[in-house]
T-cell receptor
Framework: QKEVEQNSGPLSVPEGAIASLNCTYS??????FFWYRQYSGKSPELIMS????GDKEDGRFTAQLNKASQYVSLLIRDSQPSDSATYLC????????????FGRGTSLIVHP | GAVVSQHPSRVICKSGTSVKIECRSL??????MFWYRQFPKKSLMLMAT?????????EQGVEKDKFLINHASLTLSTLTVTSAHPEDSSFYIC????????????FGSGTQLSVL
């Protein structure tokens, strides 16, 4: 069974700090990796996608992928209270189905 | 980015009634749509995958006769919760992607269903 693991948190960081969110996955053949942000009572919105090993930066967000370790992370620099949300890691299965599997999400709290 | 419209956003119904939720892709054709449900503080659970013009593929444990999915056009998928019961109360979210490949998912705004 393909699994995506995340620490449920909450992860609490002060405003202006770097928040580091981690995700591991079980399917070694996974191809695509996504981070979604979900505010309470709302649907997820895509923050980052990453497909190859290394870092990908977009504004204050950096996604890091290490396929050998089956590990993907999201760094949020200069964290703001508005970043407080649940962050979902999603991994697309191998084998051509392209159906993403979601982790349970990590709750992030950025306090002033 | 692509827009997926979902409604209603909230519905309260009596036990035993049926509820229909619509999901529309507004600026792209969605050959594949996914229906998820989410309980409080839990992750998204995939219920079924619907492909335009063919039967939906349901995940294990999801009753296809209870959760009817219709994907009759490239821009519309519907989920009907038949004979709803309080345990069906949940947040239902649809998502869509333009093609069959490895594209990102675009989510609807979700429907909070409360069955009394």
């Amino acid at each position: 069974q393909k699994e995506v693991e995340q620490n449920s948190g909450p992860l609490s960081v002060p405003e202006g700090a770097i928040a580091s969110l981690n995700c591991t996955y079980s399917d070694r053949g996974s191809q695509s990796f996504f981070w979604y942000r979900q505010y309470s009572g709302k649907s997820p919105e895509l923050i980052m996608s990453i497909y190859s090993n290394g870092d990908k930066e977009d504004g204050r967000f950096t996604a890091q992928l290490n396929k050998a370790s089956q590990y993907v992370s999201l760094l949020i620099r200069d964290s703001q209270p508005s970043d407080s949300a649940t962050y979902l890691c999603a991994v697309t299965a191998s084998g051509g189905s392209y159906i993403p599997t979601f982790g349970r999400g990590t709750s992030l709290i950025v306090h002033p | 980015g692509a827009v997926v419209s979902q409604h209603p956003s909230r519905v309260i119904c009596k036990s035993g009634t049926s509820v229909k939720i619509e999901c529309r892709s507004l600026d792209f054709q969605a050959t594949t749509m996914f229906w998820y449900r989410q309980f409080p503080k839990k992750s998204l659970m995939l219920m079924a995958t619907s492909n335009e013009g063919s039967k939906a593929t349901y995940e294990q444990g999801v009753e296809k006769d209870k959760f009817l999915i219709n994907h009759a056009s490239l821009t519309l998928s519907t989920l009907t919760v038949t004979s709803a019961h309080p345990e069906d109360s949940s947040f239902y979210i649809c998502s869509a992607k333009p093609g069959q490949g490895n594209e990102k998912l675009f989510f609807g705004s979700g429907t909070q269903l409360s069955v009394l």
